[in-house]
């Protein structure tokens, strides 16, 4: 039913209108209480072998809504009640900005992909921060805040930038993200090389423990899917040298060769960062790699390419305790937890493993 609704209406849509209209039906439908309780007994019914325990917290099930969809924490309910685990909002950056000028996000359609290069448009740290801060919980969730650099920031003052966001945001974040891996923002994954990362996750860290006191609030990175193979292996070893508590792996890709593409041309090669189905071997290799290197030491993320339940499977038997997904949302729908949650528990319950978290990294103990 989805798919010839999208078919026929949303894809004569501009992409961005799209995602903003369905946005808004989605928070409607969160503020009237019969309306989503109605729908998430639907949408979002609970599988109790799925319950699932990372970064010292408790979720449903370990299955997330990758940042991006929800950049500024507008929407944590509506994403919950569809059936989402837990909802990393953001990018957030320290200060407001309109992002890159439209068209900026683009179909893929054959290829089941998205190209975006959005540019971290959100309202800035201050203004996220107060609206988490006035949130009153419908559906209880776990709530990731990702923090990126603002764009007119230079990169000599980026760490400054980074830390003034997690002095806001860390009071009201489940678990904290800093994304050193868009492509769209000039400079920002000369991040990830370890020199520079190493100072800026270190002030993050401690930005976060000095704006809350009473707990802990656990740090990832998000790298990105087009990093040397010997760099993912630096990244993992600089995540265990500063105690951080997981890394997600991956955030979109410039790559366009090797991926087998069908789309026409000169929509492949818009500029910006590819995500979707053509992200999958790649994503998966880096988890894998990474899995390797830190095993159970720190919680691995799976995201990149995730369409149905099997690739969200294959990800936690590679050595993820949480998955993500987005792009597969827009083409797949409300419906798609529903499927994936019930595809999930079908697996676990036909696998050797008494749990979920005895799957994770599962195929890596096999080889070893």
């Not at 309780?37 to 809504?65: C, D, I, K, N």
């Not at 996750?201 to 609030?217: I, P, S, Y």
């Amino acid at each position: 039913m989805y798919k010839l609704f999208f078919r026929l209406f949303f894809q004569r849509m501009d992409p961005e209108q799209a995602h903003y209209l369905a946005f808004r039906w989605i928070r409607t439908a969160a503020r009237v209480p019969v309306l989503r309780t109605f729908v998430a007994a639907v949408l979002a019914p609970r599988h109790a072998e799925l319950r699932t325990e990372a970064l010292g917290l408790r979720m449903h099930g370990p299955f997330g809504l990758a940042a991006g969809f929800d950049k500024n924490a507008v929407a944590v309910d509506g994403m919950s009640m569809l059936g989402f685990d837990h909802v990393e909002i953001g990018t957030v950056t320290g200060e407001p900005q309109p992002g890159n000028p439209r068209k900026r996000l683009f179909r893929l359609v054959s290829d089941r992909a998205l190209i975006n290069r959005m540019g971290f448009n959100n309202e800035g740290s201050l203004a996220v921060a107060a609206r988490l801060a006035s949130r009153r919980p419908v559906f209880r969730t776990v709530v990731g805040v990702n923090i990126g650099k603002t764009k007119v920031v230079p990169e000599d003052e980026a760490v400054h930038d980074y830390v003034k966001s997690a002095e806001r945001l860390a009071p009201h974040a489940d678990y904290l993200v800093v994304n050193v891996s868009s492509p769209n923002t000039p400079g920002l994954r000369n991040l990830q090389a370890v020199d520079h990362l190493r100072p800026l996750l270190t002030a993050v860290r401690e930005a976060a423990d000095r704006a809350v006191t009473t707990r802990r609030v656990p740090l990832l990175v998000k790298i990105a899917p087009d990093l040397a193979d010997e760099d993912v292996d630096a990244v993992a070893d600089l995540a265990v040298e500063l105690g951080l508590d997981g890394i997600i792996a991956t955030n979109t890709t410039v790559a366009r060769e090797g991926l087998g593409l069908t789309s026409p041309p000169d929509l492949v090669q818009e500029t910006g960062g590819l995500s979707g189905a053509p992200l999958k071997e790649r994503s998966l290799e880096v988890l894998r790699r990474l899995y390797a290197r830190v095993g159970d030491r720190i919680t691995l993320v799976g995201v990149g390419g995730i369409g149905d339940a099997e690739d969200a499977w294959q990800r936690i038997l590679a050595g993820a305790t949480l998955v993500q997904g987005y792009s597969a949302f827009v083409y797949e729908g409300p419906f798609w937890m529903r499927a994936l949650h019930k595809g999930l528990a079908a697996r676990l319950r036909t696998s050797p493993y008494a749990t979920l978290a005895d799957a994770v990294g599962a195929d890596a103990r096999k080889a070893a």
